[in-house]
């Protein structure tokens, strides 16, 4: 059965920086992509980035090109978020995702999800 844990949420100021970590298990993941996914109090859960097993193959929402960048250990089988110059429209709770294949934006293409981790950006 496939786990998704994700950990490195919690409260930082405007600007800040912060890394998120997402630990799956139950399977090998080659050829899986992953992703992470952000929710909002009273918003739809929204595509953020995500990385396909293959070296080069990410993508990101528009919203934090430049600020966030998305890497993967596939010998421990992670995903990282390294999260700066953060602004107060990031706060929401973050989710890993994964699927077979490529990386994709769409949600409801990712089967797996964890429980989330919840990130405040707040002075």
């Known amino acids: 059965q496939v786990q998704l844990v994700e950990s490195g949420g919690g409260l930082v100021q405007p600007g800040g920086s912060l890394r998120l970590s997402c630990a799956a298990s139950?399977?090998?993941?080659?050829?899986?992509?992953m992703g992470w996914f952000r929710q909002a109090p009273g918003k739809a859960r929204e595509f953020v980035a995500a990385i396909g097993w293959s070296v080069g193959n990410i993508d990101y929402a528009d919203s934090v090109k430049g600020r966030f960048i998305i890497s993967r250990d596939n010998a421990k089988n992670e995903v990282y978020l390294q999260m700066s110059s953060l602004k107060p429209e990031d706060t929401a709770v973050y989710y890993c995702?994964?699927?077979?294949?490529?990386?994709?934006?769409?949600?409801?293409?990712?089967?797996?999800w964890g429980l989330g981790t919840q990130v405040t950006v707040s002075s």
């Open positions: 139950g399977r090998t993941f080659n050829n899986y992509a």
């Open positions: 995702a994964t699927r077979w294949g490529g990386p994709d934006s769409r949600t409801n293409e990712y089967p797996y």
